[in-house]
Each structure stands twice: as C-alpha cells, then as structure tokens.
C-alpha cells in the first residue's frame, strides 16, 4: 500500500474514532433536554391601548399585561385565544384623576383595602375607593421574569401596596403576590381586597368546603340574590343577570369562570380560625347590570391590625383551561371535584328573586 493511500486510511480511522467518542460522551450528559422542552419567560414593554410603559408578560402558553399607569392587571389571555378580563373601552389611554367625583372603573384586576364598610370612618367618603389604592399610577419594577406594581403610601390609610406578578413555566398559571405595608398613620383593621373583573360569563361557579360556616353556603351581601343561584353537592353557581346587580359572599377557596371556550380558576386558600372582613367572608361574587356586562371575581385575608412595619399578603392564583364539554355545570365539577347530584334537594337551590 502507498504511503498516501495508508495516511488517508489513518486518517479516516482516528475520524471515525472520534465520532463514536463524542457520542459516547455527549450520551453520558445528564438530564439533556432539546432547546425546546425549556420554557422561555418573556417581559416586554409596550404601549397597551394608549397606556404606554406598559408590559406584557409571557411564557409562549399564556400573557399577562400589567399596566402601571393605571395600577392593574389589564388583561390574561392565552396567547391564541379571546380577551377574559374585562376592559372598559371607554377609558382606554385615560390617566386616573386622583380626586374623581365619579369613580372611573378602568376593569382588569386591582387591590382595595378591605372593609368597605370603614372607609366612610377612614377616608370621609363611602365611595369612590381610597385614592391610594385606585386614582393613580404605580411603579413597575422588573426583576428577571417578574413584574412588581409598586403603588405610593395612601395618606389615610398609611399603607403602600407591592403587587407581584409572575407565570408558571410551561403552564397557563398567573400567580399575584398582594401585599399591604403599613408606613405610617395610626393602626388600623385592615384586609387585602383582590377584584377581578372578567367578561360576561355562560356561569360562575364556587367550591364550597364539606363544612361551610355558611348554613346556605354563602351570605347574602345585596338586596336580592344573584340570578339562578344554586347550591347543590359541595357547589356554588350562579349567571349574571343583565337588569340587576347583586353579590354574595362566601367561605370558598375557588372560584371559577366559564366562558364559551375558556375556564378562568382562581384559588387563594382560606385561613382557619382567623377572622375576615364582610361577614366572614373569604370569596366574593359580584354580578353588574347592563350596559357594562361584567363580573368580578374577588378574595379577601384575614383581618389584621396594621402597626407600623408590619405587612399583610394575599396569593391569588389564576389558571387558564380550554372548555372540554359543552355543559358549563359539568365542566365546572370536573374541574373542581365536586360530583354530579342526582337527586336535587329542593331545600339547596335559592331562586334569584324573593
């Protein structure tokens, strides 16, 4: 064999060696994933409805825009799908003015001081809200994947509130961390108050615990019960009814809200043997007439009294699902775990007008 022929029989040898070398290797890594199996968490700033400085937060599955100018969670969306949260048209691009005679509902998800009730006592005036909490823009710090709304100290009150919000990798979850840091004035009962506003629902729904403190389930906070509300095997639900508003409260940790083609579930566990605002009540439901067709889904903490350094928080969980039946009651059990009945108790269903 010729030198150059032998060289090049070498070379492909030592060639081949090095392939099988290198695979060998890069097979001994552990816990190797493609590029793909990793979820990228995406924080960009925009210009949402003429707010500017805005920011959408995203993991490739689910969106969330954060507003600062106006201090809310504007919307929470699948990245495919329609609009859940409810948006006032009306105001779009709007500044919040700090001393309203008309309260401005902007919608989206917000933080009030809990219970309304005491804000005649602390603030003079019954309505609208506190100033501090919902008549003007906040700031937004980020921090890696994560966007913290950080408002100014309300002078009556005395308190500033941080809201933090983050997305699941991999999972259409939002999670808003609320917290109330007293600063100044004197101490206070106070409860952190999440409201979030969605659109018109085909229902709204509440699992209720095995022993609700509630002998009906819930606890009556309007004049006239909400439209077709039932309570039936561990299960609360209800439809907004488009002539009147109402509310209820409740000792839920689980809300839900199901559309056409979505299911919007927010959880924040109830405390035990801690006292809440509203007659007791850890969950509330507000249905609003026509012409603004919306609901609010709402969670309260316990009560505290506030000294000064002192904070309090609430978690609301928010989980985005795609619709798998065409009936809303049965999706709503599946979701929740709470079985089908099928015997009704005519003593357990609370027709809407009395």
Known sequence: ??????????????????????????????????????????????????????????????????????????????????????????????????????????????????????????????WPPPTGFDSIPVQAKVDGSEVTLISPIDPLYGIRTYRRIRLEPQKPVMTISTTYEKVKAKPKDVAVWVITQLRHPVGVYAALPQASIF??????????????????????????????????????????WVGEKVVVRIDSPREPALSYPDQESSAEIYTNSDPDAFVELEFLSPLKTLQIGERIDLTTTYTLLRRTTPNAEEEARKIIGRSEVTVPNPRNIAKATR
């Open 1 to 126: 064999m010729k030198a150059k022929t032998w060289n090049l029989v070498c070379f492909a040898l030592l060639l081949a060696v090095l392939i099988v070398g290198w695979g060998q290797v890069t097979a001994k890594i552990p816990n190797q994933k493609a590029p793909s199996q990793y979820a990228k968490i995406t924080v960009v700033k925009t210009n949402y409805q003429g707010w500017r400085d805005s920011w959408v937060l995203s993991n490739g599955q689910v969106e969330a825009i954060i507003v600062p100018a106006i201090g809310r969670v504007m919307q929470f969306r699948l990245l495919d799908g329609e609009d859940i949260f409810w948006e006032n048209p009306k105001v779009f691009g709007k500044a919040p003015n700090p001393a309203p005679e008309k309260w401005v509902n902007f919608g989206g998800d917000k933080t009030w001081p809990a219970p309304q009730s005491d804000w005649t006592k602390i603030t003079g005036r019954d």
């Open 215 to 256: 002998p009906q389930g819930y606890n009556r906070q309007s004049e006239e019960l909400p439209a077709n509300l039932k309570v039936e095997n561990g299960m609360l639900s209800l439809t907004r009814d488009p002539k009147k508003s109402h509310k209820i409260g409740s000792d839920a940790s689980t809300l839900l």
